[in-house]
């Protein structure tokens, strides 16, 4: 038999040799990604962090749309809702306090829905509550002028997502991942060894007794 025939160490064999796929990573019965080493994160729950963050950035272009009539003397007055209800005079107490109001508007609109979408991709079951939360306070959007309330549907419709079964799979798999190992209670009895008594367990004083 010549050298190009035969089939063993040094050679490749005539048929490719058939090996199963690897065995997905488990933890305590939940499939890890291979590539992040945590649960898969389904399809929708991508959708809502994507809507989460329409609504953050509508929010942070609607306080930018009235920060920018707010410096303007002559458009002041007419930068924000609130500001028309305050009727503050430029340069006054009260007009300081509509500015800081102005950026506090922003920062809880623009911080609601991030948060929300941050702690649901992280696996967290209360985002669906900071989900609501959000929507609740992406209203204040109203406060400004025209067109600022844009940020409230994606707010919405990522707080819908949330409590979608797939992604309520998702958090239940961060829960089973996430639980803390459950403690095995040790007997505190006599252990024996053979035909003797090798230790007892200690009396009210700490000391060891006699045998």
Known sequence: MSSATVEGLGNAPAQPIRTLP???ATHRGVVLSPRTGEPHRPALLGVAYAFAYLSAALAAAGFGWAWWHAIHMETWMTSTRFIDWMQPSPGSGLSLLAAVILAAICA???AAPWVAAYVAWAGR???RYAGLIAVGISCL???MR???WVAIPPAAVAALLYWLPPVGKYFRQWEIVTA???AIALDQGRVR???MDRYRPPTASGSQPTP
């Open 193 to 195: 060894y053979g035909r």
């Open 146 to 148: 025209p067109y600022a």
């Open 125 to 127: 079951r209360w985002a």
């Open 180 to 182: 803390k190992p459950t």
């Open 141 to 143: 959007t109203l406060l």
């Open 22 to 24: 690897p065995i997905p």
């Open 108 to 110: 809880v609109t623009v």
